[in-house]
C-alpha cells in the first residue's frame, strides 16, 4: 500500500456507457462474467471500493444474512483487483456463504445500471457525518485503499429463479447501505426478527 494507489482512488475514473438501471418486472442483465443460479433466488450487492467502511459494513451485513438464509444465494461484486478484494475480504471476517466476484474493469456496475457518483453523493456532509458515525458506533473505519474508485456507484438487486428482477436499488449516497430484508421480501421469503440493540454507554445518542 502507498500513498500514490491512495491518491489513485480520489481519480475519476475511465468513462463506462452505462446501461438503464433494471426496473423490478424486468429480466436482469446478462453477462458471460456473471451467472446467476437457477435453483434459488439471488441477491446482489455491488460494492463500493475495499477499503471504505460503508463496503465493509454492507458486505458484512450480506455474510450473516448469507448464512440465516440458505434458501438465497448471495452474491457481492466488486471493483477492486482481485488480490486486494481477497486480502479485503479475509481482513473484514471472510465470505462466508457468499460468492464474491470480481469485476476490475467495472463493466457487470455498467451493465446494471451503476456509474459513477457526484461530488455531493460521495462527500457530502451527510456521508462524513455517517462515515464518523459508523467508527464510534462500530469501530469499522476506512482501511488503506489498494485498488478501485471512490467515485463509483453501488447497489442491490434481487433477483428470483426465474432471472426476474423483484428489487432494484442504487445506492443515493456512499453512506447508503443495502437494505437487504426489502431485497429478501421482495423474494417472497420471510423475514427472521432482529434481536434487540445493545444500550449505548458512550453518550451517543
Request: aromatic content about 10%.
Given at each position: ?55 465493509e459494513?454492507a458486505?458484512?451485513?450480506?455474510t ?24 479485503w ?62 467515485w ?54
Amino acid at each position: 500500500m502507498s500513498l500514490v494507489q491512495e491518491w489513485e482512488s480520489y481519480k475519476t475514473p475511465p468513462a463506462k456507457e452505462v446501461s438503464p438501471v433494471p426496473e423490478v418486472g424486468s429480466p436482469a442483465p446478462v453477462h458471460p462474467n456473471l451467472t446467476l443460479p437457477t435453483d434459488k433466488p439471488t441477491i446482489i450487492v455491488f460494492l463500493r471500493h475495499c477499503g471504505c467502511p460503508f463496503a465493509e459494513k454492507a458486505f458484512k451485513n450480506l455474510t450473516s444474512f448469507s448464512t440465516q438464509y440458505k434458501e438465497v444465494h448471495f452474491i457481492a461484486v466488486s471493483h477492486s483487483s482481485e488480490e486486494a478484494t481477497e486480502r479485503w475480504v479475509v481482513q473484514v471476517g471472510g465470505n462466508w456463504e457468499v460468492q464474491v466476484v470480481v469485476d476490475y474493469e467495472r463493466e457487470l456496475y455498467a451493465r446494471w445500471g451503476l456509474g459513477i457518483g457526484t461530488t455531493w453523493q460521495i462527500m457530502g456532509p451527510m456521508s462524513l457525518y455517517k462515515t464518523f458515525r459508523l467508527g464510534k458506533d462500530e469501530n469499522i473505519w476506512n482501511r488503506p485503499t489498494e485498488s478501485g474508485n471512490r467515485w463509483q456507484n453501488s447497489g442491490a438487486f434481487a433477483i428470483d429463479q426465474d432471472g426476474i428482477v423483484k428489487y432494484s436499488r442504487v445506492a443515493a449516497s456512499s453512506s447508503e447501505l443495502p437494505d437487504l430484508e426489502a431485497a429478501l421480501t421482495s423474494l417472497g421469503v420471510k423475514v427472521k426478527p432482529k434481536p434487540p440493540p445493545a444500550p449505548r454507554t458512550d453518550g451517543f445518542l
